[in-house]
């Protein structure tokens, strides 16, 4: 009986063992040695439910940091690691001095977090020596391992792994010879007290010693000496300043910018981020590419596995940015070869786009066909050469404010906007990312610049300021008698505002009066259409704005309603009853911003891009409407349609 009890006690155990081992299948992966490993001890996805905490250290906030840590903060949300939902990052920063980075480092080993991440050569030798209760994921740095992270890629402290980027010298110098066959003499400005620098000049006097060139050097230990060091290099006969990405030097970049361009001297510079603050190119990292390629190893370590199971890698997506402004500026063209690889390389690489409306309207539907056919009909593939993503405030200004927060944390080679309200908003939020507008009525008026010309310097676009002029014209010969129009308006739009003011202006000047009625939501402007029938107008000549072109099947029912005449100035309206349009194509407005944007795409910055109107008009003529309301359109207006 005993027996029987003990039998039947190991069975219940074994069962229970059972379900227990299936349960915790789910969390359960191999590992190349074949051991055991759960999801929570080094799987790349976020664990749900779990919350993460990062320590972030760095030398100074820059453009290169700034740049590596966006694609880092991607790659990390791709895995499901979410900043402010289950992810918590303390940051804490050296302000661009040596000595700060040891106590920095000594600070946060004490703070509650699940890693440390560390940026710059120099961070990594004082991290080092400091941290020793967590482990530290490293990235953005030239020389990890002479900074003292281990022997090799595979043999390094247990506590400590990351991602190292070595710039590519020789291009750089094979590069400055391309664009500057005469060149003797190269400057160089750099801390002698940074490794990742030491390294990095060492390797270029190596290079270099044999082709007939000179390296000037001229060493720093702190940022305020960085000024005068490159005016002492302007002052020994240079061809070229070589700036490498010397944390102490990127900190003055706009001194030593300042210098070269008052002794006309050519920038060259291994870091991308830098080259449209002066530089005439730079042939170096994509910071972006190094970060995001991190975010793995940062996944690896917040989920428990150990620095020491993972191996250093070495980790570079080379670029070359040019500076056609500064070029033009020096008088110097680059080699063919270049501005060909630059192409190839936008095409190889998919350019990532975004394109947002303000509302769903017909203008808004046909910009977007029209840049996309442009993009089509330059080449362009969608999914190969570009991606476009495409957002829609449904007319909402709370909507349009969390896109515009959401576009301006991503990293985009352009942006798309369609209408005033959408471009208004981006233009206070991003400033370094080339923006192309379209289906904005004024952008002087909405504050986009002084001028077509004189604009702000990361935007171009195309205005679709009607022709006011001409359809007043058109109305009077097709109404006789006509002595008052009617249009809605949208007040909290500066460009509805705009083509109201305007249209007032020509009516006045062939002698009618204007009456335009306001309103702010649908439901206003089928009462505005109504208090406008009335006022006994003669004729509506529709302005298009947000509102009234998603809202502007009411307008037309209040004409046909009261057998009022009804003219507009987009072409769907036609469609929809008008008698005759004026239209400045919003199709071809789009069309137009595609073209813009192949310009940019080909190294043309925006700033240089005048805005232009709409370089097609339309007139369009009903004759079902033309019938109804008892009007004839002249001869010469019907012709202008075919």
């Known amino acids: 009986m005993k027996i029987r009890k003990f039998i039947n006690g190991l069975v219940a155990l074994g069962a229970a063992a059972a379900l227990l081992l299936l349960s915790d299948l789910e969390n359960r992966v191999g590992s190349q040695d ?10 790349l996805h976020a664990v749900k439910g779990r919350t993460y905490k990062i320590g972030l250290t760095y030398f100074a906030p820059d453009a290169t940091m700034e740049a590596g840590l966006v694609g880092l903060w991607d790659g990390l949300k791709e895995l499901g690691f979410v900043e402010d939902s289950n992810l918590t990052i303390i940051r804490q920063h050296a302000n661009g001095e040596m000595a700060n980075l040891q106590p920095i480092h000594l600070n946060m080993d004490n703070e509650d977090v699940n890693l440390i991440l560390i940026n710059t050569t120099p961070a990594i030798t004082a991290a080092v020596s400091t941290v020793k209760k967590h482990p530290m994921v490293f990235t953005m740095t030239y020389s990890p391992l002479e900074a003292g992270a281990g022997k090799s ?4 402290l247990p506590n400590i792994t990351g991602v190292g980027s070595f710039p590519p010298v020789e291009k750089t110098f094979d590069f400055i010879r391309d664009v500057f066959p005469n060149v003797k003499r190269i400057g160089t400005v750099y801390n002698s007290s940074e490794i990742n620098s030491v390294k990095v000049v060492e390797k270029a006097r190596e290079y270099i010693k044999d082709k007939g060139i000179t390296l000037i050097e001229n060493t720093v230990v702190n940022t305020s000496e960085v000024y005068q060091a490159t005016y002492a290099l302007c002052l020994k006969n240079i061809d070229v300043v070589w700036v490498t990405g010397d944390n102490t030097a990127l900190q003055s970049m706009p001194g030593i910018v300042k210098v070269c361009k008052d002794n006309k001297i050519p920038l060259i510079l291994n870091d991308v981020d830098y080259v449209e603050q002066g530089a005439l190119a730079a042939v170096g990292i994509g910071w972006y590419a190094t970060g995001k390629h991190t975010a793995p190893f940062v996944a690896k370590v917040l989920n428990g596995e150990s620095p020491a199971n993972i191996d250093i890698e070495n980790y570079v997506e080379e670029d070359i940015t040019l500076n056609q402004e500064v070029a033009k500026t020096l008088g110097i063209t680059f080699p063919d070869k270049y501005i060909q690889m630059k192409k190839k390389a936008k095409r190889e690489n998919p350019l990532k786009l975004c394109l947002i409306h303000y509302v769903d309207s017909p203008n808004s539907e046909n910009v977007e066909k029209g840049v ?16 476009m993503k495409t957002f829609n405030a449904q007319g909402d200004n709370a909507t349009l404010n969390s896109i515009t927060e959401s576009v301006a944390g991503e990293k985009w080679d352009l942006i798309f906007a369609s209408s005033t309200p959408t471009i208004q908003s981006l233009a206070k939020k991003i400033k370094n990312i080339p923006i192309v507008f379209s289906n904005v009525g004024d952008p002087v008026k909405a504050g986009l610049g002084n001028s077509f010309t004189d604009h702000l310097p990361n935007m171009t676009g195309v205005s679709t300021m009607s022709d006011f002029d001409g359809l007043v014209n058109l109305v009077i010969e097709t109404v006789p008698g006509i002595k008052t129009i009617g249009t809605v308006f949208t007040p909290n739009e500066v460009n509805s505002v705009a083509y109201k003011d305007e249209l007032n202006k020509a009516a006045l000047k062939r002698g009618l009066k204007l009456i335009a009625a306001p309103a702010g939501s649908a439901t206003e402007v089928s009462d505005a259409s109504l208090s406008l029938v009335s006022n006994r107008i003669n004729a509506f000549t529709q302005i298009s704005d947000n509102l009234t072109a998603s809202s502007g099947s009411s307008i037309i029912k209040a004409a046909y309603d009261a057998r009022i005449p009804y003219f507009g100035f987009i072409t769907e309206q036609i469609k929809s009853g008008a008698i005759a349009v004026l239209a400045r ?3 071809i407005a789009g069309v137009d911003a595609g073209k813009q944007a192949m310009l940019i795409f080909d190294g043309k910055s925006p700033k240089d891009i005048p805005y232009q109107y709409v370089s097609k008009t339309s007139y369009l003529v009903n004759p079902d409407a033309m019938h109804y309301f008892g009007v004839k359109v002249p001869k010469k207006y019907i012709d202008l349609s075919n």
Do not use: A, N, P, S
């Open 34 to 43: 074949g051991k055991e490993q759960t999801k929570e001890e080094g799987g």
């Open 153 to 156: 890629y595979t043999d390094h």
């Open 372 to 387: 996309r056919d442009e993009l089509k009909r330059q080449g362009m593939v969608e999914g190969t050469d570009f991606t």
């Open 585 to 587: 194509d919003y199709y």
